[in-house]
């Protein structure tokens, strides 16, 4: 009781005096004043390649607000090569790739295998799921040059734990990451 009063009395004289609350009124010493941080949006970065030889190392989004310009240049460089055929670009795919980009390191770009799919090129595929989030750009297959894939799978299935969500395939000669159901497997291809 007499905790909890002490707690009131501190607070309210901090209220009162437009300070902040001291630690010591809580038993636990002098703490000092938290340092001003600096609170302006963040850029958030992605560098690709994608099997075209097509590179692009831009700042899709500030904070919450994404440039268009951007999300094109990144929409054509996920489009359906095989067709030549642009798809849908979830912010959140973008999101997913640029937090294992932020893992791995900006050293190098992550290589797309492959982005969007048609219904047709996902048919042709031998190895492609009937209900591929590619077709829906849902997905992306990646490769890190001179990272071995287990690691960069590794990467990307420690960002679905922490999150609750994201599928992480390892194939193999490369990683698939979605943004559908948490999700994880093993499959290697010749």
Not at 16 to 36: C, F, H, N, Q, T
Request: proline share 6%; net charge positive.
């Amino acid at each position: 009781m007499l905790r909890r009063r002490a707690l009131i009395a501190g607070l309210g004289a901090a209220a009162i005096g437009g300070g902040a609350a001291r630690a010591d009124v809580l038993g636990y010493g002098d703490v000092p004043a938290p340092a001003s941080q600096d609170l302006r949006p963040r850029d958030r970065w992605l560098w690709l390649q994608n099997n075209a030889g097509e590179e692009v190392a831009v700042a899709y989004r500030t904070g919450q607000d994404y440039n268009i310009a951007a999300l094109a240049r990144l929409q054509a460089l996920f489009r359906d090569l095989r067709a030549d055929a642009p798809g849908p670009i979830p912010g959140l795919l973008l999101d997913m790739l640029s937090l294992v980009q932020e893992r791995i390191g900006y050293t190098r770009p992550l290589r797309l295998i492959s982005g969007y799919r048609t219904p047709q090129t996902n048919a042709m595929l031998p190895h492609a799921a009937p209900n591929s989030l590619h077709m829906r750009g849902m997905a992306a297959d990646i490769v890190v040059r001179g990272m071995s894939q287990a690691d960069v799978c590794a990467h990307a299935s420690l960002l679905s734990n922490h999150l609750g969500f994201m599928g992480v395939g390892w194939y193999g000669s490369f990683t698939h990451i979605d943004i559908g159901p948490k999700a994880s497997w093993t499959r290697m291809l010749n």
